[in-house]
């Protein structure tokens, strides 16, 4: 009965090893992640030391030769497994020659099954407990690790009481045990292996997420590279119609001002002068208006300025801080401006009332000019 229970109990964990090495082939080949890689090489050579294991059972072989070699193949992928499993280590060659050694060392001295059940097992469970605890934070990763690590300080204890033959080797759950661990042991490994796609998929997730946040903010810099004039500073005509949508139901006062000669001031100064007009500009009229006010620099030599919410009577009040302060900077060329102003009432037209603003501005700027050109007597 107990070798019926063995037979089948290797079998079932042979063709699981198969099932989840090809898994993590097909995966490593398909996705072609860098952390996948030792995890693929973890369940083939799982499935080597299941397949060299298998042999030995079959075929039985007398040579002692043949014994040390299967002994040490066996001990050396088995150990990979575990230790790919559960670090990442820097250099794997020089990790792979250290086991290779030491497994050639272990395949002479345990010249037994118990003996080498002993060594393997309890190999198993104290990296597989090391690595649990690495790994605390990965959720099922680290469950399935801690499962495999308990049976494995249980094979060890039942593998050390049918070395030193102990009484409680013949008990029958014992013999149960014995028998069909490996059955306990593909459970374990099916958890594991869940575990590998979870924490794979949680750091893709993560990634995903990261890159996405990380597309935002570059298209919020490209947007505000776009909504934003060089020259001045303040955002240009492209930002106006989603400011006069969120005074849509406020209501805002809208300014629009245009510099007066500018033409002639590029003409006489040079382009250099003119853009340093411009910039002087714009910086005075932010600082005659409130910073919750939007200015924009519309087009050329014009300027919007988009008031939330302004009283009728303090639109006079800002002009003439506005002119105030250019008069008080004394510049060369003096900057003098035309300005008109509609109201935009709430829910209303903002085409329309930025027209009408558009349409007081030239009426002043005429007005300025009929004025200049008058005959003085």
């Keep these: 009965m107990e070798l019926l229970l063995w037979r089948w109990s290797t079998t079932a964990q042979v063709t699981s090893a198969l099932m989840i090495a090809v898994f993590f082939y097909v995966l490593g080949r398909s996705v ?3 952390e996948l890689k030792p995890w693929m090489n973890a369940w083939v050579a799982n499935l080597v030391a299941l397949t060299i294991a298998l042999y030995f059972w079959i075929a039985q072989p007398e040579s002692q030769a043949a014994l040390i070699l299967l ?4 001990l050396f992928a088995k150990t990979m497994f575990v230790l790919l499993l559960a670090f990442r280590f820097a250099n794997w060659g ?3 020659a250290v086991v290779a050694v030491l ?4 395949a002479f001295a345990a010249n037994s099954v118990e003996k080498i059940g002993i060594a393997q097992s309890l190999v198993i469970a104290v ?3 090391i690595g649990a605890i690495r790994l605390r934070h990965s959720g099922w990763l680290a469950s399935g690790f801690v499962l495999r690590a308990a049976l494995g300080y249980l094979e060890t204890a039942v593998y050390t009481l049918q070395f030193a033959q102990h009484p409680w080797a013949k008990e029958p759950i014992v013999g149960t045990f014995f028998a069909s661990h490996s ?3 593909t459970a374990a490994e099916w958890a594991i292996a869940l575990g590998c796609v979870l924490a794979l998929y949680r750091k893709i997730q993560r990634e995903l997420l990261d890159a996405n946040q990380a597309l935002l903010a570059a298209k919020d810099v490209l947007q505000d590279l776009v909504d934003r004039d060089p020259l001045t500073g303040l955002v240009n005509r492209r930002a106006l119609p989603a400011i006069l949508r969120e005074s849509f139901d406020s209501g805002a006062t809208i300014f629009f001002f245009d510099v007066n000669d500018f033409k002639d001031i590029n003409d006489s100064y040079g382009h250099h002068a003119g853009d340093d007009c411009l910039k002087r500009f714009a910086r005075v009229l932010q600082a005659s208006f409130r910073p919750d006010d939007h200015v924009i620099r519309y087009a050329g030599d014009e300027f919007v300025v988009v008031a939330p919410a302004v009283e009728p009577e303090a639109i006079t009040d800002r002009i003439g801080t506005l002119r105030e302060r250019l008069k008080f900077e004394q510049t060369v ?9 509609s109201y935009l009432p709430p829910h209303g037209d903002a085409e329309t009332a930025l027209r009408q603003a558009d349409q007081a501005m030239y009426k002043d700027k005429r007005a300025k000019t009929l004025k200049m050109r008058a005959p003085r007597f």
């Design 32 to 34: 072609r992640r860098v």
């Design 71 to 74: 002994r040490w193949a066996y």
């Design 94 to 96: 020089r990790v792979t």
């Design 103 to 106: 497994a050639l060392g272990a």
């Design 127 to 129: 990296c597989l407990t």
């Design 183 to 185: 059955s306990f042991d």
């Design 333 to 341: 060329p003096p900057l003098r401006f035309s300005v008109g102003h």
